[in-house]
T-cell receptor
Framework: DAKTTQPPSMDCAEGRAANLPCNHSTISGNEYVYWYRQIHSQGPQYIIHGLKNNETNEMASLIITEDRKSSTLILPHATLRDTAVYYCIVRRHNAGNMLTFGGGTRLMVKP | DSGVTQTPKHLITATGQRVTLRCSPRSGDLSVYWYQQSLDQGLQFLIQYYNGEERAKGNILERFSAQQFPDLHSELNLSSLELGDSALYFC?????????????????FGPGTRLTVT
């Protein structure tokens, strides 16, 4: 699976959009980009995933660049409850379904 | 609530002992995964079971073993415990249609079991 690079920490003001970047320059054509988050020692929570098109759900939007070498997770109106560690994971499908977590980005939403 | 349940929530035991962690997947999910999260190693995949069969192995120690039962619940057995085994242990489940299939299936994580070895 491709390696990902994320900033270790970010701050965001409550009510503003949080934009979390992820670099995955060695991604292969059949690898998806997944985002999970972990709120203070709780189990990781699935947020969104995509292959090459931008995706949106009730939690967030995922923007993938045309060359697929990077992506951005957008939380449109961050709340204090969005304070968490956000993990960007790139994964193949035919080699098991396990997730390989890196260090993630610790997002602190401030009032 | 992810629909994945884990028991117990907390476990305190002594070095050299053996413990069993239990996981019930979401209804309809055939795959169960175990992950370990320690302060120095982060979240690491241990092992996956699919419909009762071992499917993939990660960084699981020989002192650890797991199984998935016909009702699809899973147990992770940790033996000869050491201080370094103290960690959060998460179980996750997914639909996972089987080897070689296309499409992606997200995993849903349980609340975890916090193991403290003293």
């Amino acid at each position: 699976d491709a390696k990902t690079t994320q900033p270790p920490s970010m701050d965001c003001a409550e009510g503003r959009a949080a934009n979390l970047p992820c670099n995955h320059s060695t991604i292969s054509g059949n690898e998806y980009v997944y985002w999970y988050r972990q709120i203070h020692s709780q189990g990781p929570q699935y947020i969104i995933h995509g292959l090459k098109n931008n995706e949106t759900n009730e939690m967030a939007s995922l923007i993938i660049t045309e060359d697929r070498k990077s992506s951005t997770l957008i939380l449109p109106h961050a709340t204090l409850r969005d304070t968490a560690v956000y993990y960007c994971i790139v994964r193949r499908h035919n080699a098991g379904n396990m997730l390989t977590f890196g260090g993630g980005t610790r997002l602190m939403v401030k009032p | 609530d992810s629909g994945v349940t884990q028991t117990p929530k907390h476990l305190i035991t002594a070095t050299g002992q053996r413990v069993t962690l239990r996981c019930s997947p979401r209804s309809g999910d055939l795959s169960v995964y175990w992950y370990q999260q320690s302060l120095d190693q982060g979240l690491q995949f241990l092992i996956q079971y699919y419909n009762g069969e071992e499917r993939a192995k990660g960084n699981i120690l020989e002192r650890f073993s797991a199984q998935q039962f016909p009702d699809l619940h899973s147990e992770l057995n940790l033996s000869s415990l050491e201080l370094g085994d103290s960690a959060l242990y998460f179980c996750a489940s997914s639909v996972d249609p089987g080897a070689g299939s296309s499409g992606s299936y997200e995993q849903y994580f349980g609340p975890g079991t916090r193991l403290t070895v003293t």
